[in-house]
């Protein structure tokens, strides 16, 4: 399984981006897909996460949308009115979990992407 995170980049407050992964050797009919983060000196949190299900689950942020393109095998986090406290290494994962719980557990997740930064100016 691997997956590939892009789409981060240097932007200012108040402006959107739209990350991607793509995910090979798995499919979203089986499998749930997350997104985390880690910013400088602290621990990775959860920002997403969407089952095979279609069940969507967020973290503290109203302010991202996560999505999937089944064909593409490819996930999103669509981030908007970004903020300087957004700035971190964001992180897509799989798990073969889904339950809320679960998916919220970094844990459960067993395939990590190489991680994309995004840095939020103010």
């Known amino acids: 399984v691997q997956l590939q995170a892009s789409g981060g980049g240097l932007v200012q407050a108040g402006n959107s981006l739209r990350l991607s992964c793509a995910i090979s050797?798995?499919?979203?009919?089986?499998?749930?897909v997350g997104w985390f983060r880690q910013a400088p000196g602290r621990e990775r949190e959860f920002v997403a996460a969407?089952?095979?299900?279609?069940n969507t689950v967020y973290g503290d942020s109203t302010r991202f949308t996560i999505s999937t393109n089944n064909a593409k095998n490819t996930a999103y986090l669509q981030m908007n009115n970004l903020k300087p406290e957004d700035t971190a290494v964001y992180y897509c994962a799989s798990s073969p979990y889904a339950t809320y719980s679960d998916l919220t557990d970094i844990i459960k997740y067993d395939s990590w992407g190489q991680g994309t930064l995004v840095t939020v100016s103010s």
């Open positions: 969407l089952n095979w299900r279609t």
């Open positions: 050797g798995r499919t979203f009919r089986t499998y749930a």
